[in-house]
C-alpha cells in the first residue's frame, strides 16, 4: 500500500504542465511551483509565501469566521476582509435608529470598535502531509468500511496531538485528491474580533444582485476588523482588558496601482471545487441541478424584496438573508451557462473515451462506467434533498420550532434562539414562502420522492394557501410569548404543533426514504472516484495535478486581464469612480451612492480613480476577502469575486474567460478617508509608494 500511496505522489508532484493561469496550490508545496512563478514575474521565495520556521507570508492571512478569508495590515492587528463577509455582523449590530447597513461604521477610536460573539479569525500555525500516517494499518485486501475505520482512528490520534485550547491551537485532518493524499493543518483560532468600520452597502454593496458576479464592477467590498488577544498575545476570550493581537506578519501595502500584465497572487482559503469529476455529475450540476435551483430561489428572491421594499425594518431584518440567498442564485446562472458554453459535458465525455482506451487490462478498466451508474442511481435521490433543502427548509417557523424542540429536549437555554429569531422575523415573508416552496415541492417532484405525509395533507385542504392559513393560525411559535413560556414538560404538547408535526415528517421522509440511497451512493462513490483520480493522474503523467478546493489555505497565480465575453466585446481590467457616477440613481436602492461621494466627484480630478480590477487568478467561494498581492507581496487589493461568465470554473477552468474581480486597495483607502473620515488608521499601516 504504502508504495501505490508513494507512486501515485510522485505523479503528482513532478507533473508540470498545466493550462494558463490555473490552479490552487498547497503553500507548504509551493516550492514546486516556485520557478513557474517566477518565470511569470514573482520576486519573492517560496519561503517568503509557506514557513514554519520564520515569519511568512501566510502568517498575514486568516481564515475570517467558516467560509471567507482575510488579512491583517498592521503590527496591532487589523484587519481587511469583504462587506460582504462582514455583513452578517454589521447587520446585528444594525437598528432602526443606528442602521450601519445603510450608513456605515467608524470607530473613532479602539474604544468604540463593536465585539461581534462568535466570530472567530484561524491563522494557519503548520500544514504537513500525513498520508503515510492516516493509512498506517491499512491495507488492500480492507474493505471500504474497515479503510474509514482506519482512516478515522488514525486522524482522531493525530488531531488530539495536535490540539490544544489553551493555545488556541486547532488541527484538522483533510482529503486530498479523493482520499488518496491526506494533510494535518493546525490553526491557532482568535476568538476576539472587532468591527472597525464598514462602509455604508450604498458603497460595500454597490449594485447590488444586479451587478453581482458582473462586469465592470464598482463594488467597495470591504469592511475592516481589529483581531483582539490575551495580556500574552494568545487567543482568548472577549474581554476589555484585552489587548490588540502583535502578528508575526502583515502585510505593506502598495499604492502604485495595476496594468494589464501585472502579476497577482491570490492567498485564501478558496471552499469547494469540482475539478476531476466525471461527465454524469457535470451534467446533474449544469442541467438538471442548477437550473431547478434557480427557479426556487427566484421566487423566494422576489417574496423578500416585496416586503423589503415597502418597509426600512424588513429591509434591514432580511438584508443578510437575501444577500445570501442572491450569491448562490447568480452564481448557478453563470455555472450553468459556463458549463453549456465550454461543452463541458462533451469535453469530459471525449477525455473519458480516450480514458477507456488506455485503461483497458489495468486496474482502472471500467471504473468510468462505474461511476455513470453510481451518480444515475444517486442523482434522483439527491435531487429530492436538494428540493428538500430549498424548499422546506426555508420556511423559517418550521426551522424554528424545530431548533426549539431540541434545545428542549436536551435541556438547554432557548432564550439566545429566541432573541435570534424573532429579531429578523417577519410573518408575512414566511406566510408567502411557505404557500409558494410547498406547491413547487409538489408539483416539481415525482409523488415517488414526496412524503406520504405531504401528499395527504394537502389532500386535506382545498389549496396550499388553505393549509398555510391553518397552518400559521394554529402554531405556537408565531407567539414569542408561548414559546419563552415552553419548558420540557411540553414536548408532548409541542408534537402535535403544526410546525412540529411538518419539521419531523419531512425528517423521518428524508431519514428512511431519501438519506439511505445517499448515503449508500456516497459510500460507493468514495472509492470509484480515488481509483478514478489515481487513473488521471497515471493516464495524465505530465499534467501537473492540484487538489480541489476544501477552505483550506491556498495559493493561485496570474495576472491582471481583461477578456472577450462576447463577438466584438472587450472588457478593460480596471473599473474607475466614473462608472459610478454613470450607475448612480437615487431612485434605485442598490445605485444610490452617498451625497458625499457625488460632491467629492463634482469638485473634480476622481475620473480615474480606480475601483476594482480583473485577474486570472483561480479562485472560487471562501476566497472571498483574499490578499491580492503583487510580485513583492505586497497588497494591491481584496478578491471579491468572479466574472458571471467563468462561474464554472469550480468544475472546469477556461483561461480566456475566467477571471476574479478584486478591489482596488486605493479605492479602499479612499473610502476609510474621504468617506468614513478615519484616516487616522493609516497611522498604523505600512505603505509602498
Known sequence: MRKTVLWVLAILLTGTSLRADEGMWLPSLIAQRIGDMQAKGFRLSAEDIYSVNQASLKDAVVLFGSGCTGELVSRDGLLFTNHHCGYSYIQRHSSVEHDYLKDGFWAQSRAEELPNPGLTVSFLDHMDDVTAVILQGYDASMSEAERDSVVRSNSAKLIEANTDPSQGLKASVESLFYGNQYFLFVFRVFRDVRLVGAPPSSIGKFGGDTDNWMWPRHTGDFSVFRVYAGADNAPADYSPENRPYQPRMFFKIDRRGVKEGDFTFVYGCPGSTQEYVMSEQVRYVGEVSDPRKIDLRTRRLEIQKKYMSQDPAVRIQYASKNATLANAWKKWQGEARGIARMKTVASKQAYEARFREWAKGTRYEGVVDRLGAIYARRNPSYLAYEYYNETVRSIEIVQFAAGILSRLKSGSPTTSLIEAFYKDYYEPIDREVFASMVAAFNEQLPATFQPVWLLEKLGRYSSVEAWRDSFYAETVFTDRSKVEALTKADIGRLLEDPAIEMSEAFLAWHREQIQPVIRETNEALRPANRLYMQGQMAFEKDKAFYPDANLTLRVAYGH????????????????????????????????????????????????????????????????????????????????????????????????????????????LLFVIDKIGHAGYLFDEMVFVD
Not at 448612480?584 to 475601483?611: C, S
Not at 480590477?613 to 471562501?622: E, P, Q, R, V
Request: some cysteine.
Open 560 to 667: 491582471v486581464a481583461g477578456y472577450e465575453p462576447v463577438d466584438a466585446v472587450y472588457y478593460r481590467p480596471v473599473s474607475t469612480l466614473k462608472g459610478i457616477i454613470e450607475k448612480d440613481n437615487p431612485d434605485i436602492f442598490d445605485y444610490n451612492i452617498p451625497q458625499t461621494l457625488r460632491d467629492l466627484y463634482a469638485e473634480g480630478g476622481l475620473e480615474d480613480q480606480p475601483v476594482c480590477f480583473l485577474a486570472t487568478n483561480h479562485t472560487t467561494g471562501g476566497n472571498s476577502g483574499s490578499p491580492v498581492l503583487n510580485a513583492d507581496g505586497h497588497l494591491i487589493g481584496i478578491n471579491f469575486d468572479r466574472v458571471w461568465e467563468g462561474t464554472m470554473s469550480d468544475i472546469a477552468y477556461d483561461p480566456a474567460i475566467c477571471r476574479n474581480i478584486s478591489l482596488d486597495v486605493r479605492y
